[in-house]
């Protein structure tokens, strides 16, 4: 019973019903608040979000998705480079309704959950592609590139760099290693035409964990596509 008792306390996300989070979302809010809750009803059953991950799915994912918005172009198209469960793209594509939020996903079980997600939010500016970000070379290039939890930013450039238009920016959601992987990247970086990469604190509301973005601008690059 008191084991049963703890799990339920678990599962309580802190954030749940704060009225700070409406008025933060705007607009965006009901979409948002409609993704929160299919990833509560479903993310778990389908494999999307670990169980400890429903206890804080407003500050470690949906929040922290959030504060890339500011970053980013208000129109225009956005890459989400393996979005995974939708994030942070689905939250992107909910706050700037003028952009084309690409969801680009290998996995076909995820990239069935984003299109239902997105036509069940009545999101009309995501479009999900299935792909390796590799793959897409060449194909599809976007004037911003976002990615959470993907790979380290030396193997960043290299799937993202060529996605981007010369002038575009890639937005990598990192945490306290972002300065260690941005040294090691540096080479690599300078090759495949990143500029010089920035980390910047992106706070959202007051006493939720500031999220550190990684900002690059592609260079144009002679030679490089
Ligand atoms: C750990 S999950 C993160 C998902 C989501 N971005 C998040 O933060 O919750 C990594 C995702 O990247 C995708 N992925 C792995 N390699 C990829 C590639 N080469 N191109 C695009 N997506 C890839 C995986 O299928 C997976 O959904």
Redesign the pocket.
Same mark, same amino acid.
């Given at each position: 019973m008191a084991e049963a008792q703890s799990e339920a306390t678990d599962r309580v996300d802190p954030l749940d019903g704060d009225p700070r989070l409406e008025p933060f979302f705007g607009t965006s809010w009901p979409a948002v608040l409609g993704f929160h809750d299919l990833l509560v009803s479903q993310g778990e059953l389908r494999g999307l979000v670990g169980p400890r991950e429903l206890s804080r799915l407003w500050e470690r994912h949906l929040l922290n998705s959030a504060a890339v918005v500011p970053f980013l172009p208000r129109g225009g198209r956005i890459i989400d %480079? #393996?979005? #995974? +469960?939708g %994030?942070p793209g689905i939250v992107v594509a909910a706050m700037l309704p003028d952009a084309e939020v690409v969801l %680009?996903?290998? *996995?076909e079980r995820?990239t069935t959950w984003l299109s239902e997600v997105a036509e069940q939010l009545g999101l009309d500016n995501v479009v999900v592609r299935r792909g390796?970000?590799?793959d897409e070379h060449g194909r599809l290039v976007g004037a911003a590139v976002t990615v959470? +939890?993907?790979a380290s930013l030396d193997k960043l450039y290299r *799937?993202a760099m060529p996605l981007l238009q010369a002038g575009g920016s890639l937005l990598a959601l990192k945490g306290s290693k972002a300065e260690d992987e941005i040294e090691a990247a540096k080479h690599v970086g300078r090759k495949l035409g990143a500029g010089v990469a920035s980390v910047v604190d992106a706070p959202t509301i007051e006493g939720v964990e500031v999220t550190r973005v990684v900002r690059v601008v592609r260079e144009a690059v002679p030679g490089v596509r």
């Open positions: %480079l #393996g979005s #995974g +469960a %994030l %680009l996903e290998p *996995m995820r390796r970000a590799q959470r +939890a993907v *799937m």
